[in-house]
């Protein structure tokens, strides 16, 4: 399974997601 640059930023953003509510 390829991880896209997209992919991976969705990733970095989903360990933010509860700070940010």
Do not use: C, Q
Request: glycine letters at 10%; proline letters at 10%.
């Amino acid at each position: 399974m390829e991880i896209t640059p997209f992919e991976r930023t969705l990733l970095n953003g989903s360990t933010m997601a509860p700070i940010l509510g």
